[in-house]
């Protein structure tokens, strides 16, 4: 019999608190620096804390990894219960979580750990976790349940659409959609994360016409593969992601729908007003 595995992964996941404690998920929260002051993401600061205070910032937020001991500390807990980990973190292009995470892997062996670049973030990013978590729970290996996390890849995807590149231009996280901040006032931008980093799709005229491209694009996507399961996220537009969830939702009768904040740190890097579609299909 293969050992229990435990899921770990960082913040930006922000996969909604019932599925955290539903799969037991152990969650290491990247770090919010703001002036003087520093906050774990999602654990001292809130997305609604956060964007309000955003609203009216003279200083704005940085973020960074959370610390190898953080995740070493979870490790040490997991392997003392008896359990193999998996770790899924966010794209290594767009953070160094992924390095810090393997480096807390030394001092312990080697066979009990894994660590896997999702290559993404957001709910694309919790759908992998959520997966391999799924497999842990059927009784899979650590080696098996490693593969169904890579293997998600493949069949997952997220859109979204922002209110202004400017976050995204300031943070370095933009990849070819740079070539657009220069017109960013006068379009609503149509993204996805390809190759690990934010990349451009579409430029669109209005956000009505954005949010509605954004659902044509993922239903394109998902076509006839089943099961689907879709994720709207949102940075303090609430509204605008159910109208998404609720509109993809119609056409593609997703077996999973839910709604999740974009955490702090990546609405750092987004900025409010940023809303995405998250999808896995097939697997």
């Not at 003087?36 to 003279?58: C, H, Q, S």
């Not at 992924?98 to 999702?118: K, M, T």
Request: hydrophobic share 45%; net charge neutral; proline share 5%.
């Amino acid at each position: 019999m293969p050992r229990p595995v435990a899921l770990v992964t960082d913040s930006t996941a922000y996969i909604p608190a019932d599925l955290v404690a539903r799969y037991d998920i152990r969650v290491a929260p990247q770090v919010l620096i703001w002036g003087e002051e520093t906050f774990r993401d999602g654990v001292d600061i809130t997305p609604e804390t956060f964007y309000r205070r955003l609203a009216t910032a003279k200083v704005l937020p940085k973020s960074t990894q959370p610390a190898v001991s953080s995740f070493a500390a979870i490790y040490d807990a997991l392997l003392a219960a008896g359990r193999d980990v998996l770790v899924v973190v966010i794209s290594s292009k767009m953070s160094g979580t992924y390095q810090a995470a393997l480096q807390a892997r030394e001092g312990f062996p080697a066979e009990a750990i894994e660590v896997v670049d999702s290559r993404t973030t957001a709910m694309e990013l919790g759908f992998h976790v959520l997966a391999a978590a799924r497999a842990a729970e059927a009784g899979a290996s650590l080696a098996e349940c490693k593969a169904v996390a890579e293997k998600a890849q493949q069949y997952s995807g997220v859109v979204l659409t922002v209110d202004t590149l400017e976050f995204l231009h300031r943070g370095g996280r933009i990849g070819g959609a740079s070539r657009w901040f220069g017109t960013a006032l006068r379009i609503k931008p149509v993204l996805e994360v390809r190759d690990g980093l934010v990349q451009p799709l579409e430029k669109i005229r209005t956000r009505r016409r954005a949010l509605a491209r954004v659902v044509d694009i993922v239903v394109e996507r998902i076509g006839q593969q089943a099961p689907v399961r879709l994720a709207a996220l949102h940075a303090n537009a609430e509204e605008d992601a159910r109208w998404l969830l609720n509109q993809a939702s119609a056409r593609v009768s997703p077996d999973e729908a839910l709604v999740a904040d974009v955490s702090p740190v990546v609405g750092t890097h987004v900025g409010p007003g940023t809303v995405a579609l998250a999808y896995m299909a097939g697997m």
